[in-house]
C-alpha cells in the first residue's frame, strides 16, 4: 500500500513516512490478527448438532490484557508522534529566506520581498502559482488566504497548511532535491477547487542564483 | 420506576383507529420507528444516486452521464443521447448533499429514530415511549427538515456546495460559492433536524430511566438499549451546539453579523470548533446503536453470552465521555495552535481503547459459540469488519505528524466510510433481524444471503482502494483527478472504485425486492424466531398497542444462552424459572 507514496523531498518528510511505515505494520497485523481468529472460530464453532455452546460470561484476565496492550502502544505512538509534531509544526527554525503566500479563490499570490527583505514594499517582486526556492535553504511561509479556507499542500515535501482568512500563519520548509513539484489546494475553496493548484520550483543553490539575478533583481524604474 | 409501563400494560381496549392516526399522526412507537424506516430507506436512494454520480466524475470526468441530460443548464450541461455532464458547482452540490444525507436523513432516522422507537419501549418491558405526543412531533419536524432539505435541489442556484462540514467562510457568503438559498435552506433543516432528533433523545433518555418493567435494572438492559440510552445523552449534548453554530451561521448569511467572518472581527476556526464539538460526538451517535444491535446479534446467533458484558457497557460509556474531547482532531493543520493539536493527539489515542477493547470482545463472543449464519449474523460480522478496518485506518490520522499529509486525503474518505458506510450492515443485519417483529413476516434467508455476498465484496472494493489514492496523496473533493500529474498515474484506482460502487449500489435492489415481498408474501413469523431472548421477543406477534399481554418481570441478562439451568440454548429475560421448579417438585 505504502508503495504509492510519493517520493519525499523534505528534510523532514523521513520521520513523517517511518512513523507512517510503523502504524502501518502495526494495524496490518492487529488486522489480520483479528481477521485470522474471526474466521478460524467462524469456521471451528459453526452450528453442529449435539454440540452447545459454551457457557461463559467473560474472562476479566483477558479484558485488562487487551485493555493495557492497545493502550501502551497508543500512547508510545503518541509519544514518538510529539517531537516530529514539534520539529515541523511549533519550532519554526530561522532563515534569512522569507515568502510571503495568500490564497485567493483560486490562485497563489507569491510575493519574495525584494532586496529590502521586507514585504509591502515597492520592490516586492509577485508570482502566480509560481514558488521558486533553492534546496538545502530552510523556506519560511508567510500564509495567508484573502477570501475563503484553503490548503497549501505539497505531497513531495510532505507539508500541509491551511491558510484562513484574518491570519497570518508562519510555516517552513527545506527541499533536498532540486525538481518541479506540485503544489494543489488541498481545502474546499469553491468552484474552482479542482485545479487550483501551482508548483514549487526547487533550484540547485547556483540555478537559483542565475533564476533569481534574472527575476528578482530590482527593476530599472 | 416502572408503576407507568405497568399501568399501560392493563389498558385493555382501544378504539380502532382511523387510516390517518394509524399510519401518520400515530403515537404507538412501534409505528413511529416504522414511518422513520420507511423515509430513512427513500433518503438511503437519494444519498445513493448522488454518490454514483460523484464517482462517475470522479472515474470518467466530464463526461456525459446517461440520462442525466434531463436537466437544464447551467446545473447540467447536455451531452449525446440524452447524457449529462456534471459541471464542478454540480458537483460541489452532489457530495454535500450526498453527505448531509447520510448523515442526517438515513443513518440517523434509521439507527436512532427507527431502532431507537421500536426498539426501546419493547425491549425495556414498557408499554409505549414516555412521551407518545413529542414522538409523533419528532417524526414530523424531521420528516419536515428532510422536505425543506430536499426543496433545495429546487431553488436557483442549486443546493449547498460548501460541504457537509460547512466550513465559514466558504458557507458564510454567497459570493464565495455562488449557492444563496440552498445554503440558506440546508441551514434551516438542520436546525429543524436538531430540534427533531432534541425531542427523541429526551423521551429516549426518560422512557429508559423511568420505564423499565421490574427486575429490569440498568445491567440487566440489553447492549442495544445500552448503546440506545447513551446515544440518546449525547445526542442532548452535542446537538444544542451545532444549531447554535448554524444559527451563528444563517445570521452572517442573512442579517450581516460576522461571527466567522474576519472581516467584521469575527473568526472562522471558530466554526470548526463549534461544529466538531458537535461533529465527533455525532460520529459515536452514529455508531454507538451500531455497536449496540451487532452485539446483541453477535451473541444471540453464537448461542453464547456476550463477552465481557460489563466492559461492553463501560466502553461505550467511556467512548461517549472521550468523544468531547477529541474534537480538535480535526483540525491538526487548520492554524489552531500546534500545541492544542498534541493534546488532541493523546485525547485520539485513548479513545481507540475503548474501540479495541468492544472489537476484543466480538471475538470473545464468538469464541466457543454455536454460531448461526443467519442473513443478520452475516450482516453483523460484515459491520466488525468493516469497524476493524476504520478503527484501525483511524490511528493513522491521530498522530498529528502523519496527519499532515493524509488530511484532507482519500485516505480520510477512506476511514471515514468505513466507520460510518460500515454502520449500513449494522443497519441491514436489524432490519433483516426485527422484520419479523416489525411486519410479522420473515424476510427471505436465500435472497438476503446474496445481499450480503454482493455488498460486502463490493463495498471494500469501492472503500478499501481508497486508502491506496490517500496514500499517493489524493485530495478530497477534487472535481477533476485528471488535473493533477501525481493523481494521474493512480486513475486506474480511480474507474476500479466507480464500478465497485455502481455495482454495490445495483446490489441494493435484491434488498429492495426482498424488503418489498417479505412485506406483503413473505413467510408468518412466529412470536421468537430466532429463538432469542430480549423482551421484545416475549411480546406477541404483532405487538398490539401496549406491547404486552401482562408486563413482564424480569429475571435475568439478556445473554443467557446455553444456560445449563436449562435444557433448550436460550433463557428469556422474563422466564420465571423458580415458580416451574416449584410446579415441578409437586
Given at each position: 500500500?505504502?508503495?504509492w ?5 523534505s ?21 489480520v ?9 467462524l469456521?471451528?464453532?459453526r452450528?453442529?448438532?449435539?454440540r452447545?455452546?459454551?457457557y ?10 487487551w485493555?493495557?496492550?492497545?493502550a ?12 516530529t509534531?514539534?520539529k515541523?509544526k511549533?519550532?519554526i527554525?530561522?532563515?534569512?529566506f522569507?515568502?510571503?503566500?495568500t ?11 525584494g532586496?529590502d ?11 502566480d ?9 530552510v523556506?519560511r511561509?508567510h ?5 475563503v ?6 505531497p513531495n515535501?510532505r ?13 517552513w520548509?527545506?527541499?533536498?532535491k ?8 488541498a ?7 479542482s485545479?487550483m493548484?501551482g508548483?514549487?520550483n ?5 540555478d ?14 | ?11 385493555g381496549h382501544?378504539?380502532?383507529p382511523s ?11 412501534k409505528?413511529?420507528?416504522r ?5 430513512g430507506l ?14 462517475w ?9 446517461p440520462?442525466?441530460g ?12 440524452g ?10 452540490a ?12 438515513v ?6 429514530g427507527?431502532?431507537g ?11 409505549d415511549m414516555?412521551?407518545p405526543?413529542?414522538n ?5 419536524v ?5 422536505i425543506?432539505?430536499?426543496s433545495?435541489?429546487?431553488v436557483?442556484g ?6 457537509w ?5 466558504l ?9 444563496e438559498?440552498g445554503?440558506?435552506?440546508w441551514i ?13 433523545a ?14 429490569m ?12 440510552f ?14 447554535a453554530a ?5 445570521f452572517?448569511?442573512?442579517a450581516?453579523?460576522?461571527?466567522f467572518l ?6 472562522p476556526l ?14 459515536y ?20 453470552p ?5 466492559a461492553m457497557?463501560?466502553?461505550m ?7 468531547w ?15 492544542l ?6 485525547t ?11 472489537v476484543?470482545n466480538?471475538?470473545?463472543?464468538l469464541?466457543?459459540?454455536s454460531?448461526?449464519?443467519?442473513v ?15 478503527g ?6 491521530a ?6 499529509f493524509i ?17 449500513i ?6 432490519v433483516y ?5 416489525m ?24 472503500f ?14 477534487i472535481y477533476?483527478p ?11 484506482w480511480n ?6 460502487a ?19 408474501a ?8 430466532w429463538?432469542?431472548?430480549?423482551l ?5 406477534t ?17 445473554y ?11 433463557l ?8 416451574r421448579a ?5
Amino acid at each position: 500500500m505504502l508503495r504509492w507514496l510519493p517520493e519525499d523531498v523534505s528534510t523532514y518528510g523521513h520521520e513523517i513516512d517511518s512513523l507512517f511505515y510503523l502504524i502501518y505494520y502495526i494495524t496490518a497485523a492487529t488486522f489480520v490478527l483479528v481477521t485470522v481468529l474471526m474466521i478460524w472460530f467462524l469456521i471451528k464453532y459453526r452450528e453442529q448438532p449435539g454440540r452447545r455452546a459454551v457457557y461463559n460470561h467473560g474472562n476479566t484476565t483477558l479484558e485488562i490484557i487487551w485493555t493495557v496492550i492497545p493502550a501502551a502502544i497508543l500512547i508510545v505512538l503518541s509519544f514518538m508522534s510529539v517531537n516530529t509534531w514539534a520539529k515541523i509544526k511549533r519550532n519554526i527554525p530561522a532563515s534569512d529566506f522569507e515568502i510571503q503566500v495568500t490564497a485567493k479563490q483560486f490562485n497563489w499570490d507569491v510575493v519574495y520581498p525584494g532586496a529590502d527583505g521586507k514585504f509591502g514594499t515597492p520592490d516586492d517582486v509577485k508570482f502566480d502559482n509560481d514558488l521558486h526556492v533553492p534546496m538545502n535553504k530552510v523556506v519560511r511561509v508567510h500564509l495567508m488566504s484573502s477570501d475563503v479556507i484553503h490548503s497549501f499542500f505539497i505531497p513531495n515535501l510532505r507539508f500541509k497548511q491551511d491558510a484562513v482568512p484574518g491570519r497570518t500563519i508562519l510555516t517552513w520548509f527545506e527541499a533536498k532535491k532540486a525538481g518541479r513539484y506540485e503544489l494543489p489546494c488541498a481545502e474546499l475553496c469553491g468552484f474552482g477547487h479542482s485545479g487550483m493548484k501551482g508548483w514549487l520550483n526547487v533550484y540547485t543553490p547556483e540555478d537559483y542564483q542565475k533564476w533569481a539575478a534574472e527575476k528578482l533583481a530590482p527593476k530599472p524604474q | 420506576m416502572s408503576e407507568s409501563a405497568a399501568a399501560h400494560g392493563a389498558h385493555g381496549h382501544h378504539p380502532k383507529p382511523s387510516f390517518i392516526s394509524h399510519y401518520l399522526f400515530s403515537l404507538d412507537h412501534k409505528m413511529i420507528g416504522r414511518q422513520f424506516l420507511f423515509v430513512g430507506l427513500l433518503m438511503l436512494m437519494i444519498g445513493g444516486i448522488l454518490a454514483m454520480l460523484v464517482r462517475w466524475q470522479l472515474a470518467w470526468p466530464e463526461s456525459p452521464v446517461p440520462g442525466l441530460g434531463f436537466i437544464s443548464e447551467p446545473y447540467i450541461y447536455p451531452g449525446p443521447n440524452g447524457g449529462g455532464i456534471i459541471p464542478p458547482q454540480t458537483y460541489n452540490a452532489l457530495f454535500t448533499m450526498h453527505a448531509t444525507i447520510m448523515i442526517f436523513f438515513v443513518v440517523m432516522p434509521i439507527m436512532v429514530g427507527t431502532f431507537g422507537n421500536f426498539l426501546i419501549p419493547l425491549m425495556i418491558g414498557a408499554g409505549d415511549m414516555a412521551f407518545p405526543k413529542l414522538n409523533m412531533l419528532s417524526f414530523w419536524v424531521g420528516a419536515i427538515s428532510g422536505i425543506v432539505m430536499l426543496s433545495s435541489f429546487f431553488v436557483p442556484g442549486g443546493p449547498a456546495a460548501g460541504g457537509w462540514t460547512g466550513y465559514a467562510t466558504l458557507s458564510a457568503k454567497t459570493q464565495y460559492t455562488g449557492v444563496e438559498w440552498g445554503q440558506h435552506l440546508w441551514i434551516i433543516a438542520l436546525m429543524l433536524n436538531g430540534v427533531s432528533s432534541l425531542m427523541g433523545a429526551i423521551n429516549y433518555i426518560t422512557t429508559v430511566v423511568n420505564m423499565r418493567a421490574p427486575g429490569m435494572g440498568y445491567f440487566r438492559m440489553p447492549l442495544t438499549v445500552w448503546s440506545l440510552f447513551i446515544t440518546a445523552i449525547l445526542l442532548l449534548l452535542a446537538l444544542p451546539v451545532l444549531t447554535a453554530a448554524l444559527a451563528m451561521l444563517l445570521f452572517d448569511r442573512m442579517a450581516g453579523t460576522s461571527f466567522f467572518l474576519p472581516e467584521g472581527g469575527g473568526e472562522p476556526l471558530l466554526w470548526q470548533h463549534m461544529f466538531w464539538f458537535f461533529g465527533h460526538p455525532e460520529v459515536y451517535i452514529l455508531v454507538l446503536p451500531a455497536m449496540g444491535i451487532t452485539s446483541d446479534l453477535l451473541s444471540t446467533f453464537s448461542r453464547k453470552p456476550i463477552f465481557g458484558y460489563h466492559a461492553m457497557a463501560f466502553s461505550m460509556i467511556a467512548i461517549a465521555f472521550l468523544s468531547w474531547i477529541v474534537w480538535g482532531h480535526h483540525m491538526f493543520i487548520s492554524g489552531m495552535n500546534p500545541l492544542l493539536g498534541t493534546a488532541f493527539m493523546m485525547t485520539t489515542m485513548v479513545i481507540a481503547v475503548p474501540s479495541a477493547i468492544k472489537v476484543f470482545n466480538w471475538l470473545g463472543t464468538l469464541w466457543g459459540g454455536s454460531i448461526r449464519l443467519t442473513v443478520p449474523m452475516l450482516f453483523a460480522l460484515g459491520f466488525v469488519s468493516n469497524f476493524l478496518i476504520g478503527g484501525l485506518s483511524g490511528i493513522f490520522m491521530a498522530s498529528t505528524p502523519v496527519d499532515i499529509f493524509i488530511h484532507d486525503t482519500y485516505f480520510i474518505v477512506a476511514h471515514f466510510h468505513y466507520v460510518v458506510a460500515g454502520i449500513i450492515f449494522a443497519l441491514f443485519a436489524a432490519v433483516y433481524y426485527w422484520f419479523p417483529k416489525m411486519f410479522y413476516r420473515q424476510m427471505n434467508q436465500p435472497l438476503g444471503k446474496i445481499h450480503f455476498v454482493l455488498t460486502y465484496i463490493f463495498f471494500n472494493g469501492a472503500f478499501f482502494p481508497m486508502h491506496f489514492l490517500g496514500v499517493g496523496g489524493h485530495m478530497r473533493r477534487i472535481y477533476n483527478p485528471l488535473q493533477y500529474e501525481f493523481i494521474t498515474p493512480m486513475h486506474d484506482w480511480n474507474v476500479f472504485i466507480t464500478w465497485s460502487a455502481l455495482i454495490l449500489g445495483a446490489s441494493q435492489i435484491f434488498f429492495l425486492i426482498n424488503f418489498f415481498w417479505s412485506l406483503f408474501a413473505g413467510k408468518k413469523a412466529e412470536r421468537n424466531p430466532w429463538q432469542a431472548n430480549t423482551l421484545e421477543w416475549s411480546a406477541p406477534t404483532p405487538p398490539p398497542h401496549g406491547n404486552f399481554e401482562v408486563t413482564p418481570t424480569v429475571y435475568r441478562g439478556a445473554y443467557e444462552y446455553s444456560s445449563p439451568e436449562v435444557q433448550e440454548d436460550w433463557l428469556p429475560q422474563d422466564k420465571d424459572l423458580g415458580s416451574r421448579a416449584a410446579a415441578k417438585a409437586h
